[in-house]
């Protein structure tokens, strides 16, 4: 297949996957929607199966709806060349850095090994960590040295560096995250350059929304220094670069650093009184902007990953408020969630 053969495909591919996203009044619907309607409506029969606990039903359903994003992720990567399947594929691997976390945190805290099973998602091959040779390891610097002979050597040679160095197991899961933004953002800054601005625009909005996050989490959450701050961020390729991280992360107070965001972050923020305001609010306008994409580019590849990122967080808000309806919360905590519900390898480490 030829190659513009190959992005006419995708591009078909993509807009006829478009039409599962959730509309904007199934959204609304979603957190009052019974266990039974959810069942019913999104084919998740399990959840009403009594037996099981409600922690085992819930992790059944997350699995089972990561198996759809992962089944999504394989067909669409299918018809790109070496190259853009590679940046999909990289993408994914949050997933694998979630298991890698997981076992991580086993070791570091000697947790019960069935626990830890249990917390693992099941993912392809093309993806997936090699969860039984780690789960050998005696201790959580070898578990990242039998890493760093494989696809994933650079997380864990730059983790391992860091575990070393400071002993703190937060050190270690951002070097994580840090080193996953940063292979991705190479990776689109290599990119064809049919594709690279629409790649470059897509990844920005995201790495702002990241970066902003983090840097009030650590600054005003966590009490980092600004050196220790900016040590742990990705610059953006689009808002949030790295002078300007510079800047920010020098500014003493919550409101100084939203007055000096750029345009249109500045005026997005302003006024926001709390990071969980300006979670919810730099995350509509990253959703949008990621819309934009999707609706718009002429790169199949940045289409399809759009359409990824946005099915990902479809998915995330459905399965926030299936746990919510397991364990019984009221409408009002539900809706709450959705609001919050982003999609990042960093709300692993920041929540």
Request: aromatic letters at 8%; a neutral charge; hydrophobic letters at 45%.
């Given at each position: 297949?030829?190659n ?10 993509v ?14 619907r979603?957190?009052r929607m ?48 070496a ?22 945190r086993?070791?570091?805290y ?14 392809p ?31 864990a ?46 990844m ?26 900016y ?39 302003a ?7 300006v ?7 990253t ?5 934009g ?6 790169s ?31 409408d ?20």
């Amino acid at each position: 297949m030829s190659n513009a053969a190959a992005q006419a495909y995708l591009n078909t591919r993509v807009s006829v996957m478009s039409t599962r996203l959730f509309a904007p009044e199934l959204i609304e619907r979603l957190p009052r929607m019974t266990l039974a309607e959810l069942a019913e409506h999104f084919g998740l029969s399990a959840i009403l199966d009594e037996q099981p606990s409600a922690a085992t039903r819930g992790r059944a359903i997350e699995q089972s709806l990561l198996q759809v994003l992962m089944s999504e992720l394989q067909v669409l990567a299918r018809p790109m060349n070496a190259s853009e399947r590679s940046l999909v594929l990289a993408w994914g691997r949050k997933y694998a850095l979630f298991n890698l976390k997981t076992l991580l945190r086993g070791k570091l805290y000697d947790l019960d090994q069935q626990e830890i099973r249990d917390h693992l998602f099941d993912l392809p091959d093309t993806i997936r960590l090699s969860h039984q040779e780690l789960f050998r390891a005696e201790n959580a610097l070898e578990l990242l040295r039998q890493l760093e002979t494989g696809p994933y050597r650079q997380i864990a040679r730059q983790a391992r560096e860091v575990y070393e160095k400071h002993r703190e197991p937060f050190a270690l899961e951002g070097a994580i995250d840090q080193r996953y933004y940063t292979g991705i953002v190479r990776q689109i800054m290599g990119s064809d350059n049919h594709h690279l601005d629409s790649l470059r625009r897509l990844m920005g909005a995201e790495l702002d929304r990241v970066a902003l996050l983090w840097l009030l989490r650590f600054r005003f959450t966590y009490q980092l220094s600004a050196s220790e701050t900016y040590y742990q961020l990705v610059p953006s390729t689009r808002l949030l670069t790295r002078e300007r991280l510079l800047h920010l992360v020098n500014l003493d107070t919550f409101e100084r650093i939203l007055e000096a965001l750029p345009a249109p972050l500045d005026s997005l923020l302003a006024d926001s009184k709390s990071i969980g305001e300006v979670q919810q609010r730099i995350g509509r306008y990253t959703q949008l902007e990621t819309r934009g994409i999707l609706s718009r580019s002429q790169s199949a590849v940045a289409r399809a990953l759009a359409y990824l990122m946005l099915r990902e967080s479809d998915l995330l808000m459905l399965f926030a408020v299936v746990r919510g309806r397991l364990l019984q919360f009221p409408d009002a905590t539900i809706k709450a969630a959705l609001e919050l519900t982003q999609p990042s390898c960093a709300e692993s480490r920041a929540a």
